[in-house]
């Protein structure tokens, strides 16, 4: 059974960074797209920041300017980082990767179970 374990989160001052990171776990052949997505009480899920294999990046426009995001191809990691952090950026934080899995390297959507960040005072 291939998981995603996400590490990261916990309760942040306002105005402070954040670093989340994700790996998979279990029996996969490679990984495609990587990245995080959000949601906020009384919101949808939305994305934060998504990655290629290849390094190409998609923001979301609520984080833009303010986030970064990055892999580790060798290690099947991938950290975000976020600055400045506001009370809006309170909620849950879900890694998502889309992995290839044996024996014929099928794309199999993954998503982590989720990891709160709670923006304080």
């Known amino acids: 059974q291939v998981q995603l374990v996400e590490s990261g989160g916990g309760v942040v001052q306002a105005g402070e960074s954040l670093r989340l990171s994700c790996v998979p776990s279990?029996?996969?052949?490679?990984?495609?797209?990587m990245g995080w997505y959000r949601q906020r009480p009384g919101g949808r899920r939305e994305l934060v920041a998504r990655?290629?294999?290849?390094?190409?990046?998609s923001i979301g426009d609520s984080v833009k300017d303010r986030v970064t995001i990055s892999r580790d191809n060798a290690k099947n990691t991938v950290d975000l980082r976020m600055t400045s952090l506001q009370f809006e950026d309170t909620g849950v934080y879900y890694c998502?990767?889309?992995?290839?899995?044996?024996?014929?390297?099928?794309?199999?959507?993954?998503w982590g179970p989720g990891t709160q960040v709670t923006v304080s005072s």
């Open positions: 990655i290629t294999d290849g390094g190409r990046t």
């Open positions: 998502y990767a889309d992995l290839r899995i044996p024996p014929r390297g099928e794309t199999l959507p993954k």
């Open positions: 279990g029996t996969f052949v490679s990984v495609d797209d």
